[in-house]
Each structure stands twice: as structure tokens, then as C-alpha cells.
């Protein structure tokens, strides 16, 4: 029998999700009214992220009073595979299912991903991989330029697409221990917006600056993407993600509150009047608190709580009040901003 056949078999309760069967503990070492035993149904490896329980099918039935000489169908441990329609090669390690390492786990659910947004964004992991674009791996070649692959160490890797073609990886530092948090194939293309093939034109769009805050606002709004920075514009005009916000009739910006993040929302309100056709907000928490290297920092949108997101945006039926919000003057005339940028002596200029 199949693993799936041997829960049904043995009428054991439980959610099927993915590849992933979630019940309820078995180790008897707690209360989990919250399921949080997970089996793998290709390897049949159980994991519980509360007490770190772990089990194989055999064990697994043995802990639940069905000790068995039923003979269990498994695959194996799963490797998880990138998308072969892409120039960007995996020189060297693998690629690992998040669900079988309960770090890599813990720490997705600390910048709060959900299960479905592991499994909709096919969020991977690796200990060790190198990675790069072919193309310009010879062009460096040629050129004898470094033409190193990216290092990617105990990174959280998560695919970027656009028209269903693998564009760039983002890795990032699982451990929060490391100095560089976020790490990109050489070649890969960061013109780009993460989600934008998910959204829908005709709701508000939120956009702002990265991943991880994009995670936590998706859980409250999906309609969001991230622009891989703060950079819209080059010395040759505008680039391909701000052309495509500009498609866009409700933009909301969620601003990291930082010089940054407010001189972003400056350069995209002047490409927006001159090309766009819609409504501009702007939402940002003013908030600040120190770091571990005791270093004031802004909030952004991962450091704000659901119920401080919602509010932020206004939802309404669950989409976003653009009347409710603030408008790009407002927010660029108020004492705040005024005071934020007379402490970083940046030159205050109403566009």
C-alpha cells in the first residue's frame, strides 16, 4: 500500500496539503489540537515541528497502537527540481523541501509564510549550492571576467518567473546569522516584479521594495508584488517593472521606512504622473526600534502584525480603500518625513 492507503487503511484523521499529510502528534509527549506531525507522502518520513518527534511509516505505526507487517509503498527522500525552461544553471549542490528541515521551516513561519505560500511559490532550501546564467557565464568567459557561480549557504531559495520562464533565484540567509541576508544567481534579472504573474490589474496593487515583506503583506492581500529594490529607472529611461506598474490604475506603495524607501516613493510618484494613468497612495509605518547591533531602524512591512497590515491598508471586503488612504502629498509634506529627512541632511525637494 501507499502511504496514503495505509492512513486511509487505518482510519487515521488527517489534512492532506501538497505532498504533506498533517495530524495530529503521536508521541503522546503533548497536546497538539493544532495538527503539527507532518508525513511525507513520497518518503513516508514523519517530523513534528512542536516536540521534533520523527518517525518512518513503520515507527509511525508502531506509536500509534498499529504495529504491522503491511508492506508500505515509499519513493524516497524527495530533491526538489528547478524549472527546466531557464538559462540558469545549478552548478553544484541540491535543492531541498523546506517541510524536512524544521530550521529552514521555523524560519519561513518567523517572516510568515504560510504552508500555501511555501507550496504556491515552490519555496525550496540548500545548504550549500552555486549558481549562475549561462549565457553570462561565457560572456565572462569570453571577456576573462569572473565567471564564479553565486554561492548560495544555508539560503531559503525561491524561483522567479516570468512567462513561465525561470528568470532568477532569491536566497535568502535562513540562519540570521550571516552578513550578506540575500543572494541572487550571477545573470540573473532583477528588472523584474516578484508575483506580478498572480495579480489582478483591475484591484489595487501593492508594491513594495522585497520578499520578505512582500511574504508578510500576501497573507493579508495577495494583489502585491516586490520590485527587487528600490532602482525603477536607468540613465537609458525607465526600466521593464516600472513600465509595467504603470499599466496599473490603483498603485499603493508600502515603504520601508528609511531614507531609502522615501527617496523610492519620490523617483516612482514623477515616473507615475508623467506615465501612468491612475491613483497614487502611499502607506508606511513611522515606527522605529533598535537592532541587534543597537542601530535605530524603521519599520517595514514584515516588522508590522496582520491585524497593523490590514489596518495600514484599509481593507475593506478585503481590498484596500484608496479613498482612506494617503495621498503622495500628504505624506511627502508631512512633520514626518519633514523631520526624517532633516536628520539625514537629504536635500528636501517637492517634486
Not at 489540537?33 to 507522502?41: A, E, G, L, R, V
Not at 535562513?174 to 495579480?199: A, C, M, R, W
Not at 489595487?204 to 529607472?233: A, D, H
Request: charge should be positive; charged fraction near 25%; proline fraction near 2%.
Amino acid at each position: 500500500m501507499t502511504v496514503i492507503e495505509t492512513l486511509d487503511f487505518y482510519k487515521v484523521d488527517y489534512n492532506l496539503k501538497g505532498t504533506r499529510a498533517w495530524l495530529r502528534c503521536p508521541s503522546g509527549k503533548h497536546i497538539d489540537n493544532n495538527p503539527s506531525f507532518n508525513i511525507d507522502i513520497d518518503s513516508g518520513l514523519g517530523h513534528c515541528f512542536s516536540c521534533s518527534f520523527s518517525t518512518n511509516m513503520t515507527s509511525f505505526l508502531k506509536a500509534i497502537g498499529k504495529d504491522s507487517n503491511v508492506h508500505i509503498i515509499t519513493t524516497g527522500k524527495k530533491e526538489k527540481k528547478l524549472a527546466s525552461n531557464t538559462n540558469i544553471l545549478l552548478v553544484r549542490g541540491k535543492i531541498l523541501d523546506v517541510y524536512e528541515n524544521m530550521e529552514v521551516y521555523n524560519y519561513l513561519k518567523k517572516i510568515g509564510c504560510s504552508d500555501k505560500f511555501i507550496d504556491n511559490y515552490e519555496v525550496s532550501y540548500s545548504k550549500y549550492a552555486e549558481f549562475i546564467d549561462e549565457e553570462t557565464q561565457k560572456r565572462l568567459i569570453e571577456r576573462n571576467l569572473d565567471s564564479k557561480p553565486t554561492k548560495f549557504i544555508k539560503k531559503v531559495l525561491v524561483p522567479v518567473y516570468r512567462e513561465n520562464r525561470l528568470i532568477n533565484i532569491i536566497g535568502r540567509d535562513y540562519t540570521e546569522q550571516q552578513e550578506l541576508k540575500e543572494v541572487y544567481p550571477k545573470g540573473g534579472i532583477s528588472d523584474h516584479l516578484f508575483n506580478i504573474e498572480n495579480v489582478d490589474y483591475n484591484l489595487p496593487l501593492v508594491v513594495n521594495e522585497g520578499f520578505k515583506n512582500l511574504v508578510k503583506i500576501w497573507r493579508n492581500y495577495s494583489n502585491v508584488v516586490s520590485t527587487f529594490g528600490t532602482s525603477i529607472s536607468t540613465n537609458n529611461g525607465l526600466m521593464w517593472k516600472a513600465k509595467e506598474l504603470c499599466k496599473f490604475n490603483q498603485i499603493i506603495l508600502f515603504l520601508d521606512n528609511d531614507i531609502a524607501g522615501n527617496i523610492y516613493a519620490e523617483q516612482f510618484h514623477k515616473i507615475y504622473s508623467e506615465y501612468g494613468k491612475g491613483t497614487l497612495r502611499i502607506v508606511q509605518d513611522n515606527r522605529t526600534f533598535i537592532d541587534k547591533k543597537g542601530k535605530e531602524k524603521g519599520y517595514d512591512a514584515n516588522n508590522c502584525s496582520d491585524e497593523e497590515i490590514q489596518n495600514h491598508l484599509k481593507l475593506k471586503n478585503g481590498v484596500p480603500d484608496m479613498n482612506s488612504l494617503m495621498k503622495f502629498n500628504e505624506w511627502f509634506n508631512s512633520d514626518i518625513i519633514k523631520e526624517i529627512y532633516r536628520k539625514k541632511d537629504y536635500n528636501y525637494n517637492l517634486i
